[in-house]
């Protein structure tokens, strides 16, 4: 696994675990297990996903089958969209005790609205700007080794980078061939944040894609190699989620072949500006 170097120092693997509808302590054991054994050492997590407990607890368990310990994991959650403004120190803190870790490697707001409002209710922005402000003191008290954000937009972005303290050191977003937010990354790179994707394979839909499928079949590769491998040629990092064990290996093959130029501009001439996730830009 290569890994990226965040704003603050920090490596973070490029390729990690989604663990999105991951749940039952018995599936996700097997699936850690899987993916430990294949070299993953991300693993990313949310408040809203329900499997905290059984993630932390299965892989306090696994670590010494596989001759690790916690410093060799990166372990990423996410702060629910109800948890934000004033409730947001005690949901951080509740994350930490649920995963039984003394710090994550990385904790993100989740969604730049509160659940409950409204998206163009103008209390978004400081109530944002509230969870920030908690996450900044617990990053300053090591509780978590980087902060971030996910589904911000570019506007969201700028808003919080002129007045946070900590700048955020990732952007996690829904990016693939049929969504390719340029201007988005353009601006990340721009402002020393890593760009992480969600949805790489268009939940499931771009497998299925004619193009997308001849170019594996020519390159003797699977359809979601050749796109988290697209994502990965652009400094992109990528949390594909499985608990299939083959699946999970063959999508952690990916740093042994190349795509040309003709390739990457074969995958992002599919661009449509298709979301099959969540629409972030009518948040205020």
């Known amino acids: 696994m290569q890994s990226v170097e965040l704003n603050n120092g920090v490596e973070m693997p490029l390729v990690g675990l989604g663990t999105f509808q991951v749940k039952g302590y018995n599936v996700v054991h097997r699936t850690l297990d899987a993916a430990l054994g294949q070299g993953y050492r991300s693993f990313d997590t949310a408040s809203v996903y329900h499997n905290e407990t059984d993630i932390g607890k299965a892989l306090k368990e696994l670590l010494p089958k596989h001759g690790l310990t916690r410093g060799d994991l990166f372990v990423t959650s ?119 994707a969600y949805s790489s394979l268009g939940t499931g839909r771009l497998v299925g894609e004619p193009k997308v499928k001849g170019l594996a079949e020519r390159l003797g590769r699977t359809p979601a190699q050749v796109l988290l491998r697209w994502a990965l040629q652009q400094g992109i990092g990528v949390i594909p989620k499985s608990t299939n064990p083959e699946h999970i290996a063959l999508n952690a093959r990916l740093f042994d072949f190349h795509l040309g130029d003709e390739d990457m501009e074969l995958l992002s001439g599919l661009h449509s500006d298709t979301r099959y996730c969540w629409d972030p830009r009518p948040v205020a």
């Not at 954000?149 to 693939?176: D, F, I, K, M, W």
Request: with cysteine; charged share 20%; aromatic share 10%.
């Open 78 to 196: 996410k702060l629910a969209p109800g948890d934000h403004g004033a409730g947001a120190r005690a949901a951080c803190l509740r994350s930490l005790a649920d995963m039984d870790f003394e710090y994550l490697d990385l904790y993100l707001v989740h969604w730049p609205g509160k659940q409950g409002w409204k998206s163009e209710d103008p209390r978004n922005p400081g109530c944002r700007q509230q969870s920030w402000e908690a996450m900044e003191n617990l990053y300053r008290d090591g509780k978590f080794r980087a902060i971030g954000v996910s589904n911000y937009t570019e506007g969201h972005l700028r808003a919080l980078l002129a007045q946070c303290q900590v700048r955020p050191a990732v952007l996690q977003v829904e990016y693939h061939p049929h969504l390719l937010q340029s201007e988005l990354l353009a601006f990340c790179s721009e402002s020393g944040l890593h760009l992480q």
